[in-house]
């Protein structure tokens, strides 16, 4: 089955830790998203990768970090600099090239206090 | 101004009505247009999406474009209960990127 996972589904961590979300497709997708959906809100873009090895800030990358080794992987930090990081977060992933059509994950609910 | 505006709602439609959802954008540039559907919980599924003026459709969906007027909408046919949700719209911008809508939720009774 080709898709998209995100593990957790749900994430509890005191305030002051860093934790990692881990996002995977099997797509060949060569381009990657990071969003995060706050309540009553749309989706706001983090980073994006278009190639591995090579990733760029989105709207809101303060306080959040990406690497991308492999194809298949893009995982997001959310470091203790982010400021309000409790939230849904959604990874995506799309052909080519940035602005086709993206497929979502199933998300990772992240709960800080 | 929002780059990408809908009517967060809730739209409410009976069972079997057409359900009309609205967005409107402001980048003159954009060339692609998604639509997805996020049920409560979920994460965004890819509905529709529109690349030309004019129609497009796809069963009880229909997506329609305007760009001269910047606006581009969904269409359900014969709503469904099981349609009930939130519906994103998104917007390709001459930079690559994708902007989305706040969303609006569709509630169809039965």
């Known amino acids: 089955d080709g898709g998209i996972t995100q593990s957790p589904k749900y994430l509890f961590r005191k305030e002051g830790q860093n934790v990692t979300l881990s996002c995977e497709q099997n797509l060949n997708h060569d381009a990657m998203y990071w969003y995060r959906q706050d309540p009553g809100q749309g989706l706001r873009l983090i980073y994006y990768s278009q190639i591995v090895n090579d990733f760029q800030k989105g709207d809101i990358a303060e306080g959040y970090s990406v690497s991308r080794e492999k194809k298949e992987s893009f995982p997001l930090t959310v470091t203790s600099a982010q400021k309000n990081p409790t939230a849904f977060y959604l990874c995506?992933?799309?052909?080519?090239?940035?602005?086709?059509?993206?497929?979502f994950g199933p998300g990772t609910r992240l709960t800080v206090t | 101004q929002k780059e990408v505006e809908q009517n967060s709602g809730p739209l409410s439609v009976p069972e079997g009505a057409i359900a009309s959802l609205n967005c409107t954008y402001s980048d003159r540039g954009s060339q692609s247009f998604f639509w997805y559907r996020q049920y409560s919980g979920k994460s965004p599924e890819l509905i529709m999406f529109i690349y030309s003026n004019g129609d497009k459709e796809d069963g009880r969906f229909t997506a329609q474009l305007n760009k001269a007027s910047q606006y581009v909408s969904l269409l359900i046919r014969d709503s469904q209960p099981s349609d009930s949700a939130t519906y994103l719209c998104a917007v390709k911008k001459v930079t690559g990127k994708l902007i989305f809508g706040q969303g609006t939720t569709l509630q169809v009774k039965p």
């Open positions: 995506a992933s799309s052909i080519n090239r940035v602005g086709y059509e993206q497929y």
